[in-house]
C-alpha cells in the first residue's frame, strides 16, 4: 500500500483504522489482536484513537491485545487525540462535558494514553477539538515537554479551522505534521473553508474522519442521488460496492487525504484498501462532486 510521508522519519499507510468503536465490537483480546494483524496484513499500520474513545476504554483494550504481541509495535503508528474532559464514568463528577487544552491536561492525558496502549511512545498526538479558551503558547509548551522526554514524536491536530491552525503553528518551534477533519463526498465544508487548502499548501496530509458519511451515504433518503452516481462510476471503474468509490473519490483529491476507517469488520476495512487500486477520472470525481451538491460547476 502507498504510505504518505509526514516527516523524514514518519510515514502513515494511506489507509488508516479507527478505533472509536472498539468497545462496541464485543471482541476478545485475541479477536483485536487478530484484526490487528489483519490490518498489518493489508498494509494498513497506522492506528487512530483518542483518550475519550468508548468513555476512555479504548486505548485500553487496544493495548492489552497489543501485550500479547509487542512486538508488532515496531510494524505500527499510533495516533491519538486528547482536549476533551468528557462526562462519564472517568470524570464522574462534573456537570458537562467540555474542553482543556491546558498544558497540564495535555501532558497527564498523553502520559494516561502511554500506559493504557502500553507503548513507549505515540508517533503522532492531535488536539481533539478547537478549545473556545485556548492559550496557543501553553499548548506549544505541552508540545515541547512531550517531544523532549521522548514520548511523542510528532503533532497535529484535529477539526481545526485554518485561523486556529495558523494561530497554533505561530506558537511551534516545529511543524504540526496533520489535520483530521470530516471529509466526504456527503461532507463538503472542509473543501470550501479553506481548511484542506491550507494542509496543501502547507504540504500537510490530511486524515479523513466519517469518509463514508458516519453510514449515512447508505440509508439515507437525501442521499439516493448520489448513491446511484456511486454506483453508475463504480460498474465504469471495476468497485464491487460504493463505499469503494466514495473512499477512491477522497483518495483522487492531491491533497494526499488518509480516510480512516472505523470497522471491526474485515471485509469493510479491505473494501478500503481496495479502493486505493480505483481511478477516477477528473470528469467522473466532478460528476460524484456535482451529485453531492446538486448543481453543476459555476
Not at 486528547?82 to 492525558?109: A, C, P, R, V, W
Request: hydrophobic share 40%; glycine share 6%; charged share 30%.
Amino acid at each position: 500500500m502507498e504510505r504518505i510521508q509526514l516527516t523524514e522519519e514518519l510515514s502513515f499507510s494511506r489507509v488508516i483504522h479507527g478505533l472509536w468503536r472498539l468497545n462496541e465490537w464485543n471482541m476478545t483480546a485475541e479477536e483485536r489482536l487478530a484484526l490487528i494483524e489483519q490490518c498489518l496484513a493489508l498494509g494498513i499500520t497506522t492506528f487512530d484513537h483518542a483518550d475519550i474513545y468508548g468513555d476512555y476504554t479504548n486505548e485500553g483494550l487496544f493495548g492489552e491485545a497489543l501485550a500479547l504481541k509487542p512486538e508488532l509495535r515496531e510494524r505500527m503508528e499510533i495516533v491519538t487525540k486528547t482536549g476533551i474532559k468528557m462526562k462519564g464514568n472517568y470524570y464522574s463528577d462534573q456537570n458537562l462535558s467540555f474542553y482543556d487544552t491546558t498544558k497540564e491536561h495535555i501532558i497527564d492525558h498523553a502520559t494516561r494514553s502511554l500506559k493504557e496502549l502500553g507503548v513507549e511512545y505515540i508517533d503522532t498526538l492531535l488536539i481533539h477539538r478547537p478549545d473556545p479558551l485556548m492559550d496557543p503558547n501553553e499548548i506549544a509548551e505541552a508540545f515541547v515537554e512531550l517531544k523532549e522526554s521522548g514520548k511523542v514524536r510528532t503533532f497535529g491536530l484535529s477539526n481545526h479551522t485554518p485561523a486556529q491552525q495558523s494561530l497554533i503553528q505561530s506558537r511551534l518551534p516545529f511543524m504540526l505534521v496533520t489535520n483530521q477533519l470530516e471529509l466526504s463526498v456527503a461532507e463538503l465544508k472542509h473543501f470550501e473553508d479553506g481548511s484542506v487548502d491550507l494542509c496543501h499548501e502547507n504540504e500537510m496530509p490530511l486524515m479523513a474522519w466519517s469518509p463514508l458519511a458516519g453510514g449515512r451515504l447508505f440509508k439515507e433518503e437525501a442521499y439516493s442521488a448520489l448513491r446511484d452516481k456511486l454506483e453508475e462510476i463504480g460498474k465504469h471503474i471495476g468497485a464491487s460496492d460504493i463505499d469503494e468509490v466514495a473512499y477512491a473519490w477522497l483518495l483522487k483529491h492531491p491533497a494526499r487525504i488518509m480516510p480512516i476507517v472505523g470497522s471491526g469488520k474485515i471485509e469493510r476495512i479491505e473494501s478500503a484498501v481496495n479502493a486505493t487500486r480505483l481511478t477516477l477520472s477528473r470528469e467522473q470525481w466532478f460528476e460524484i462532486l456535482k451529485a453531492s451538491r446538486g448543481r453543476d460547476v459555476d
